[in-house]
């Protein structure tokens, strides 16, 4: 640790807290995580082994191996092509993991973008397992996740992917930033509609589900993300699908018009 400078706190979960940080002898700008240790816990906390494990199998351009103003279109759209490669890389490994914990860190020196903070991972495979609903920074987390589902897969990357896309293109302006779990699925209805029983069948079947308002789509989110241009948009709204069901998958996103001008990892 002494070979790096602490700059500034850039964000606290659960497990940890990330500062901004700069390497003394190259002068390199990095993020260092460290992981929170309570007094009566005896060693190191399951939580950050399962990290650590994790980030030692992962080995990719895009992920972490270890606020910089807005971003221009050729930025927005190449970060989240990395992005993008990088959870699909992660879903073509058989049977490898879901629901990082969406810490990105972005170099505008030469537009790298890593997945970072696995805290909250978990490998899924054969046969289904049931998972905890307390995943996933609630700013990111979907609908039906919220709604309490336990069986779930890399749609919930997807919606997070989306969060991250329109929080890209507004300069750092989270989409959904909720106060609790009510907040948070008034807040998504509001701008996507409130999903009805035809669109979304299985969702009052969910644990936690309850009747909300039956709030209007938003009919166009040039409004709500004025830089993406329309095949962004079209994109988002891909990545944005209530019913997990209907999300478009990492692959298919990286096929998307949008994407035309960037190169694909």
């Not at 640790?1 to 706190?9: C, F, G, T």
């Not at 060693?43 to 191996?65: D, Q, T, Y």
């Not at 927005?76 to 092509?81: T, Y």
Request: hydrophobic residues 40%; charged residues 25%.
């Amino acid at each position: 640790m002494q070979k790096y400078e602490k700059l500034e706190k850039i964000g606290e979960g659960t497990y940890g807290t990330v500062f901004k940080a700069k390497n003394r002898e190259t002068h390199e700008i990095v993020a260092l995580k460290r992981v929170r240790l309570d007094d009566d816990d005896e060693g190191v906390p399951s939580s950050a082994l399962r990290e650590i494990c994790l980030l030692k199998e992962l080995k990719h351009k895009n992920i972490v191996r270890q606020g910089q103003g807005a971003l221009d279109g050729a930025e927005v759209g190449s970060g989240h092509v990395a992005l993008l490669g990088a959870v699909s890389w992660r879903v073509a490994r058989s049977a490898w993991l879901i629901r990082c914990g969406w810490f990105i860190s972005f170099s505008r020196q030469n537009g790298e973008l890593k997945l970072a903070d696995f805290g909250l991972a978990r490998a899924f495979g054969i046969p289904v397992r049931c998972y905890s609903a307390e995943v996933v920074t609630l700013w990111y987390r979907p609908p039906d996740v919220l709604f309490g589902a336990k069986l779930y897969s890399t749609s919930i990357d997807m919606w997070s992917a989306g969060c991250i896309f329109a929080e890209l293109a507004n300069a750092g302006r989270p989409l959904f930033p909720g106060n609790d779990v009510d907040d948070q699925l008034k807040r998504i209805f509001r701008l996507l509609g409130t999903p009805t029983e035809e669109q979304w069948p299985a969702m009052t079947k969910l644990p936690d589900y309850k009747p909300y308002p039956m709030y209007p789509a938003t009919t166009s989110l040039l409004n709500v993300v004025p830089k993406l241009n329309a095949t962004g948009r079209d994109l988002l709204q891909n990545l944005l699908k209530c019913n997990p069901v209907q999300r478009i998958s990492a692959e298919e996103a990286l096929q998307h018009s949008y994407f035309t001008d960037f190169c694909l990892p």
